[in-house]
């Protein structure tokens, strides 16, 4: 009898295991659509100190834009952005995906500087995630917006296929 104790203790404990990983699939993958969810952390891959810098060519494939003070990324604009870019990039098998962080002028300027990167971060953790290789992301240094744009232009990332 002890021993059909002991499976029915297992069983239960496999069970609520079970259930725990599949509540945590169920927020990351769209349960929580349209609130903001930081994406899962992807495999990070630093570009080499040794690389010169990529400079944008063209326009912007996309804008994402960020909530103030903020670098997470909403579920329903990560899962826009992926798809977009994929689409691109199957265009143009050699192409880089080039990632720019934007800030505006006002406040401190390491912490603006901190920011643009973490929300760059943030959309390149969001297409690896969905399936870009890493080695073909590339992070530009975070950049300053000037002139007469709106604040919302300073909250940005745009992402170029080069």
Not at 27 to 32: C, D, E, I, T
Not at 48 to 64: N, W
Not at 103 to 114: I, K, Q, T
Request: hydrophobic share 50%; no cysteine; glycine share 8%.
């Amino acid at each position: 009898m002890a021993a059909n104790d002991d499976d029915e203790s297992t069983a239960v404990i496999v069970g609520v295991l079970a259930g725990i990983m599949l509540a945590v699939v169920a927020v990351v993958y769209g349960a929580g659509a349209g609130k903001a969810v930081k994406p899962a952390a992807a495999p990070v891959v630093a570009q080499r100190v040794d690389e010169p810098e990529v400079a944008p060519v063209g326009e912007a494939l996309v804008k994402v834009f960020f909530a103030v003070d903020s670098a997470t990324l909403a579920v329903v604009d990560s899962e826009g952005v992926v798809v977009k870019t994929i689409e691109v990039l199957k265009l143009q098998p050699k192409a880089i995906v080039l990632l720019s962080g934007f800030h505006d002028p006002s406040g401190d300027a390491a912490h603006n500087a901190a920011l643009a990167r973490a929300r760059a971060e943030a959309v390149r953790d969001a297409l690896v995630a969905g399936g870009v290789e890493p080695q073909r992301v590339k992070l530009r240094k975070p950049e300053s917006t000037v002139g007469s744009g709106s604040p919302e232009e300073g909250r940005r990332v745009e992402i170029r296929v080069q």
